[in-house]
């Protein structure tokens, strides 16, 4: 979370204005029945309970988000989603619709209801941190990189604290390491304390939408800080502390970044678990399921069948056996929250049916297509 003193920057030109928070001509296009209705185009930099601090043209406004309330979760109104917003003189202003997502970042939650929630929209760039300074975890990375690809986002892998691995061969070997787990995804080193490194991560995160993911204590606050140049990440309570009454700092998710390009930062997306990943999966192991192509089974487990080119690879030597057992792990797991979510649709579909009847059946059958 971003406690910001920032304004919006603002011109004349309110276009111009969003354009710095990645509006763009697709926008302009999809907006075009909205704007004939008098509506406000906006982006949701912050939600709470029931309502959401839109950016528009005219500044930083509140809105209130009970007309796009529907009953699937994931439509909920999200950090970086493009809203339509009641004009200027309104009180108070709703939110009247949701322009159509680009990407997503989805997580299941823990709660027993094992629906999906969304925490963040049309995010370009997923930069996942991964601190040099604890022994690395590829399973993380590959968990996070699952996460990424599954959003629709492009991943990226951000070594942070380079300064601690002061040795080349050591640095250019951990950098192997993880590359050799996310196929087609970029690697970074990065130092934000001797400031090496980002420079690329600057020029990366000029254009587009971009979030930070990674284990607390990665450094994600301090890159985030050094993005910003200002320090914006958890200031609060210090200028809170200092007394001199100075509490003009406002509280968002979504900042524009002054070389441009936006940064999205929510604490849900600090901690999340798959939910539905399986292509994301599939795309962070590519090269295994480039492999199983070769399976003399088209529904080949790679356990011990007979023609597997996978155990093959794993027995020359070709694909390290981690990989293997990381994609199983991710794989199973994610199959669990896939049963878990569609016996919680089966058993509420039933209720349904028991209570309303044959009368019920048709609406039911309607609400089925609504959630898939
Ligand atoms: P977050 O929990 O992911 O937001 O991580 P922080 O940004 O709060 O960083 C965690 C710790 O790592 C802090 O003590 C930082 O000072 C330290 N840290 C961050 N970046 C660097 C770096 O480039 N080099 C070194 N040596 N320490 C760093
Ligand atoms: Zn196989």
Redesign the pocket.
């Known amino acids: 979370m971003f406690h910001t003193s920032l304004n919006t920057p603002a011109t004349s030109d309110g276009r111009y204005a969003l354009a710095s928070y990645g509006w763009d001509e697709g926008r302009t296009a999809e907006f075009t029945p909205h704007a004939e209705q008098g509506l406000l185009p906006g982006r949701v930099v912050r939600v709470d309970r029931g309502q959401c601090d839109v950016v528009t043209s005219a500044g930083v406004i509140r809105a209130d988000t009970e007309f796009v309330v529907p009953r699937d979760p994931m439509k909920i109104v999200c950090t970086g989603d493009w809203v339509a917003v009641d004009p200027e003189g309104d009180d108070p202003r709703y939110v009247r619709t949701l322009l159509p997502r680009r990407t997503a970042f989805v997580r299941s939650t823990s709660s027993k209801r094992s629906e999906g929630q969304i925490l963040a929209a049309n995010v370009d760039h997923a930069i996942i941190?991964v601190?040099l300074?604890v022994e690395l975890d590829l399973g993380r990375v590959e968990r996070f990189l699952a996460l990424a690809w599954e959003s629709g986002a492009q991943p990226v892998v951000v070594l942070?604290?380079?300064?601690?691995v002061p040795d080349p061969v050591t640095l250019a070997h951990l950098v192997q390491d993880v590359e050799t787990s996310a196929p087609g995804v970029p690697v970074l080193t990065?130092?934000?304390?001797?400031g090496d490194g980002l420079d690329v991560l600057v020029g990366l995160v000029r254009s587009g939408t971009s979030v930070?993911l990674?284990?607390?204590?990665?450094?994600?606050?301090?890159?985030?800080?050094a993005l910003v140049g200002e320090d914006v990440?958890d200031v609060r309570a210090a200028r809170d502390i200092d007394g001199k009454g100075r509490h003009t700092t406002t509280t968002r998710n979504l900042l524009a970044l002054p070389g441009g390009g936006v940064l999205i930062d929510t604490p849900g997306l600090?901690g999340v678990g798959l939910f539905d990943a399986g292509t994301g999966v599939g795309q962070v192991f590519s090269e295994i399921e480039e492999l199983a192509k070769g399976c003399r089974f088209a529904d080949c487990g790679h356990e011990s069948e007979p023609g597997c080119a996978v155990c093959l690879a794993v027995e020359t030597g070709e694909l390290p056996v981690r990989r293997l057992e990381s994609y199983r792990k991710l794989m199973r797991e994610n199959q669990w929250i896939v049963a878990k979510t569609d016996a919680r649709l089966r058993s509420e579909i039933k209720k349904d049916w028991k209570k309303k009847g044959a009368e019920g059946k048709a609406a039911m059958e309607a609400k089925r297509g609504r959630w898939r």
Do not use: E, H
């Open positions: 941190a601190s300074a942070t604290k380079a300064d601690l990065v130092s934000a304390m001797a930070l990674g284990q607390s204590g990665a450094g994600k606050s301090t890159l985030a800080n990440m600090r």
